[in-house]
């Protein structure tokens, strides 16, 4: 119980004498005046203890050790001032009036560190980007992560990818026996390898068939923790609620445990890619298309891509099929978010997977989630969209603090998906700009969001007339923009065709306002462009764990 008290004793923190307390949960020190009365008490969750040492020692941000008899120094989760999500490195040092004291005080400290810290690794596999972002993923590692790790007895095996897709490759082939969880130090991309090569090992192990949407995968036995170091970090935003290396290492320490939902994406009966954070269509393709172009202006790219997509004020002809998910469960407008200890993500816990507080059981409960995601009716909407977008988070991040869908839950085994049909410029930007407020951007006549287990999206299809009607659309602004009629020549009509091939886009531009039909759009798969227009969309739920517990509540009062 609580009130049990493990051990205590008086000790001294800068000349001044203090009452420690170590009960069965928490640790506890309050500051005594000079009558033996309580002054100010200091209280921490023992799971929150990083680490303990004799002597005085410091680690951050240069590491110093001064051996003395009567000292010890603890380390613990400092939650930052401000309220918000932003943890820092505590440390306070302690004398105690014998050397026999201050051992008994290290050992019964470690002792509670191992009794409440079940989930805490022990050993694992970091794989660090160096190419990421501004290029400091080793330095953001070892001045920052390392020290950590060491101070709390983590052993580490550490691999610099030195190309794309070498942590998928390593993880899908080479022996992990041993490893408690695999860390990635870069952005969304390098989560998503360790995402592809977890999942795609574990099904390989199971004996499983990723190519069928049906099969139900199994959850990946191995956390995943994110050291922010890229571009885009939005994973580690929405799954934390802070870009910050240090408050991510703190939460793997720690052993912090956030499953998460991830959405499988089929093309032609064959899995194409996995997804977490966004799958979106139109704007959210073509803008990435266009960031490829300029990636060397680094994250700017993002904004300038944005602007020129948005001026091109495209839309597309689509038809799109959705499962819907059960409404008296959550509905992705009924204003709660998802935040550390979610009622709803754990209500779907409890009845997803009955016999989960049985890690026994846990794979075969798992299992069991068959054909309750298959039942129901599809819907089916057809018509011109600026952009289709599924996602299964919120996707915050610093510049949309509440995100793409701001209800939308980690670990409920649903996705929502987002239409917004083709309108006027200028409701559209509106929509946009609603992203970066706390405005509703789904109150909008044009914008629909529904909570779903599955989808589909197909283009069209195109009757020969139409075709044909296009065909002269374009080949009449071609001859109007070229300035004469044709001759009828061969040479001319190759250097039409030639045209038509190289420069739609150009008019489409400079067309502005006033053009917004393009055949096809590609699609954004968490920042990689997939080729494939049309695709079969499966939710799985909580298929992997991140070393994370959501973001908590102070973070989400401080946003609003």
Not at 35 to 46: A, E, G, I, M, S
Request: glycine share 8%; hydrophobic share 35%.
């Amino acid at each position: 119980m609580e009130s049990d008290v493990g051990f205590e004793s008086s000790v001294w923190v800068c000349r001044k004498r203090y009452r420690a307390v170590l009960t069965g949960w928490h640790f506890k020190w309050t500051e005594l005046d000079k009558n033996n009365r309580d002054k100010k008490t200091v209280l921490v969750p023992v799971s929150e203890v990083i680490g303990v040492e004799q002597g005085r020692l410091q680690i951050l941000p240069r590491k110093s050790v001064e051996d003395t008899e009567k000292d010890f120094t603890v380390f613990y989760v400092n939650r930052s001032t401000s309220g918000g999500s932003l943890w820092q490195l505590g440390r306070i040092q302690f004398t105690c009036l014998s050397r026999t004291l201050r051992d008994q005080w290290t050992e019964h400290l470690r002792t509670a560190l191992k009794t409440h810290g079940p989930l805490r690794p022990h050993k694992l596999l970091v794989f660090i980007n160096p190419f990421g972002g501004k290029k400091k993923g080793r330095q953001i590692y070892h001045s920052v992560v390392a020290p950590v790790f060491e101070l709390a007895g983590i052993s580490s095996h550490v691999i610099v990818t030195e190309r794309a897709h070498q942590a998928r490759d390593y993880l899908l082939k080479k022996n992990l026996t041993g490893f408690d969880g695999v860390v990635c130090v870069g952005g969304d991309g390098m989560f998503s390898e360790l995402l592809h090569g977890l999942i795609g090992r574990t099904q390989q192990e199971a004996g499983l068939c990723e190519n069928d949407p049906a099969v139900t995968l199994q959850p990946c036995p191995l956390h995943i923790g994110i050291i922010p170091a890229g571009s885009t970090d939005c994973v580690c935003y929405a799954t934390v609620g802070v870009i910050d290396p240090l408050t991510s290492a703190l939460h793997i320490v720690i052993g912090d445990s956030q499953p998460l939902d991830v959405c499988s994406v089929h093309h032609a009966s064959a899995i194409v890619r996995y997804s977490v954070s966004l799958l979106g269509y139109g704007f959210y393709g073509d803008v990435l298309a266009e960031s490829e172009k300029h990636r060397w202006m680094g994250p700017l790219r993002y904004d300038i891509s944005g602007s020129l997509v948005y001026l091109r004020n495209r839309s597309y002809a689509a038809k799109v099929e959705y499962l819907p998910a059960d409404p008296l469960l959550s509905s992705p407008r009924d204003k709660t978010r998802c935040l550390s200890g979610c009622r709803v993500c754990s209500r779907s816990t409890e009845r997803l997977f009955p016999n989960h507080s049985d890690s026994s059981s846990l794979s075969s409960s798992r299992f069991s989630q068959t054909s309750t995601d298959s039942e129901g009716e599809w819907v089916t909407v057809e018509g011109r969209f600026r952009c289709v977008a599924l996602t299964c988070m919120s996707s915050s991040c610093a510049r949309s603090p509440l995100g793409l869908s701001p209800s939308a839950h980690l670990a409920d085994g649903t996705g929502d998906l987002i239409l917004v049909w083709d309108t006027h410029p200028l409701g559209f930007l509106k929509f946009l700009y609603r992203h970066t407020s706390t405005e509703d951007q789904f109150d909008l006549p044009f914008v629909e969001v529904h909570r779903v287990k599955a989808v589909r999206f197909s283009l069209p299809k195109v009757s020969e007339e139409q075709k044909q009607e296009e065909f002269s659309e374009l080949r009449g602004a071609d001859e109007v923009e070229s300035g004469y009629l044709d001759n009828g020549s061969q040479q001319s009509l190759l250097q039409r065709d030639t045209r038509h091939q190289e420069t739609d886009e150009q008019k489409t531009f400079l067309c502005g306002l006033c053009c917004n039909k393009t055949a096809a759009s590609v699609w954004n798969c968490d920042g990689e462009i997939l080729s494939f227009k049309e695709i079969l969309c499966k939710v799985h739920a909580q298929l992997v764990c991140l070393y994370a517990r959501g973001i908590e509540e102070a973070a989400i009062r401080n946003c609003i």
